[in-house]
Nanobody, 119 residues
Framework: QVQVVESGGGLVQAGGSLRLSCAASGSTSSINVMGWYRQIQGKQREVVATISNDGRTNYADSVKGRFAISTDNAKNTMYLQMKSLEPEDTAVYYC?????????????WGQGTQVTVSS
């Protein structure tokens, strides 16, 4: 079992920056991929960025060049540095952790943190 807790959301003006954090605890040695997803009101949850345990990253086209995902393995914490925020980035952001054990993938989700970008 893995527990994840997000923090760092809030209200920011367009063009501003925020950093989200996701702290993982429990069976963290089985973590294979970590990522950030977001859900805009009325829309489906979408992937924002992911980072695998070998350091490979992937970003949604809409955030490339503006957002950066990283991890501090010593702290079992993942970050999402968001810059040049736009009103369209307003959403609830969720931390996702995928574990891999004996070929089985399991997903763990945080409770979500609201990011609001005002114009």
């Amino acid at each position: 079992q893995v527990q994840v807790v997000e923090s760092g959301g809030g209200l920011v003006q367009a063009g501003g920056s925020l950093r989200l954090s996701c702290a993982a605890s429990g069976s963290t040695s089985s973590i294979n991929v970590m990522g950030w997803y977001r859900q805009i009101q009325g829309k489906q949850r979408e992937v924002v960025a992911t980072i695998s345990n070998d350091g490979r990253t992937n970003y949604a086209d809409s955030v490339k060049g503006r957002f950066a995902i990283s991890t501090d393995n010593a702290k079992n914490t993942m970050y999402l540095q968001m810059k040049s925020l736009e009103p369209e980035d307003t959403a609830v952001y969720y931390c996702n952790v995928k574990t891999l054990n004996f070929g089985f993938v399991r997903n763990y989700w945080g409770q979500g943190t609201q990011v609001t970008v005002s114009s």
